[in-house]
């Protein structure tokens, strides 16, 4: 899912796990019409596990923190229920550990959706999904809204009884504010939780702003395919979709590359990197091992040198091929003779139709680190069916596709 989209929930019972590379805690608050907790007993967390319809399971520290919801036995009145998350540990912000909620069937775990909110920096806490009834029927939102301030922040916007400070700070700048996100208006009384009442925390400044994008499809909120080839600067992102449809066809993922300086060789190595829903490593497709998840990926063999026009290397991708299980793929290049990215030039990838030779989507990597290795792009699937292509640019110090494996899964 991406910030803003929503999906129908086609089960009575979900939960919704929250993971990330450090300990979390978990919660959740059930709100009427007007945004709002009715009393301090809907504010769901681990001092207080269970509320009307809704309940709080610990993940022990091995396991995500998860939040269970029966939409059956949500009390009349209360239209809505928001997981949040904050990072375990005192002081420390979202940056560089970026949380993924999951979104499962409760009765069998069936995995239904995921979302990891993007370009996360100062937030302290966040509200992740939302699960909200609209027109009868119970749906599920991503929203990524973040707050400077902690747990403390979203209790206190949500009407939850906080020990406020003298100078209450302001929610983080977000992508895409919901408008339940209204000024705290609750007068100052004794918090549930010790760790609400936290000392003053300075407001962070204002997320910079992502690179400017082509127009988006109207509609939509992201550029798509239907005007022809699309130009990626790093971060930018743009939907596998034309004419209204998902791209589910075999589409080529071209990398090339040239020497810097003329007579010396440069042996790069494309590879795609498969993983799972919770970002778990399912393959790896480079020269050493040229077909993986049932063949639905592929790889043309190993150039050593950089030498001949256009694509340099191959990997074509099956994406109506492969696996359910696989919903995110990371392209990286290796510089496997340790010759640094700013020995080559013209580094670039680009997605190509298989079936018509059409180029899609064109990355040119502009500016070059000192590095042995490059994530040029990822493909992350949606709940929809899409498929996301989002240009990267970012540099890590390897030589192999093994060493990519870890820091490509935390990109997605």
């Not at 939040?67 to 009349?76: E, K, R, S």
Request: aromatic fraction near 6%; hydrophobic fraction near 40%; charge should be negative.
């Amino acid at each position: 899912m991406t910030p803003g989209s929503n999906i129908p929930l086609p089960v009575t019972r979900v939960t919704v796990d929250v993971a990330a590379p450090v300990r979390l805690d978990v919660s959740s608050l059930l709100l009427t019409a007007d945004g709002k907790v009715r009393s301090d007993d809907d504010f769901i967390f681990y001092n207080q596990p269970n509320g009307p319809g809704v309940t709080y399971r610990s993940g022990g520290g091995t396991a995500p923190d998860a939040i269970t919801v029966d939409t059956a036995a949500v009390p009349p009145g209360i239209e809505k229920i928001v997981v949040t998350a904050s990072p375990d540990g005192a002081g420390q912000t979202f940056q560089g550990i970026e949380p993924t909620a999951t979104i499962r069937n409760a009765d069998d775990n069936a995995v239904l959706a995921s979302f990891t909110p993007p370009r996360l920096g100062t937030e302290t806490a966040l509200v992740i999904v939302e699960i909200y009834l609209r027109g009868g029927a119970w749906k599920a939102r991503a929203v990524g809204q973040g707050y400077a301030n902690g747990l403390a922040g979203i209790a206190t916007d949500f009407g939850v009884s906080v020990e406020e400070p003298a100078a209450p700070a302001a929610p983080a700048a977000a992508p895409t504010p919901t408008p339940t996100m209204q000024a705290p208006v609750t007068p100052p009384a004794p918090p549930l939780d010790p760790r609400l009442s936290a000392p003053p925390v300075p407001a962070a400044p204002p997320a910079a702003p992502a690179p400017p994008a082509p127009a988006p499809a109207p509609g939509t909120g992201k550029i798509n395919l239907d005007k022809g080839r699309v130009s990626l600067q790093k971060n930018q992102t743009v939907s596998l979709v034309k004419g209204g449809r998902p791209l589910l066809s075999q589409v080529k993922m071209g990398l090339g590359w040239e020497p810097a300086f003329r007579g010396k060789d440069i042996d790069l190595d494309a590879s795609v990197i498969a993983y799972g829903p919770q970002r778990n490593h399912i393959d790896s497709c480079y020269f050493g091992k040229l077909s993986i998840v049932g063949g639905a990926i592929k790889h043309s063999g190993d150039n050593l040198t950089g030498e001949g026009g256009g694509d340099d290397e191959v990997i074509v991708v099956d994406l109506g091929r492969l696996p359910q299980e696989v919903t995110g793929l990371v392209f990286t290049v290796n510089s496997f003779s340790g010759q640094k990215f700013t020995e080559v030039a013209k580094a670039y990838c680009r997605l190509i139709d298989a079936t018509t030779g059409e180029e899609l989507v064109r990355f040119d990597l502009t500016n070059a680190e000192a590095q042995t290795g490059v994530m040029m792009a990822k493909l992350i699937k949606q709940f929809s069916g899409e498929w996301d292509m989002t240009a990267m640019g970012d540099f890590v110090k390897s030589r192999t596709v093994r060493g990519m494996v870890k820091p490509a899964a935390q990109s997605l």
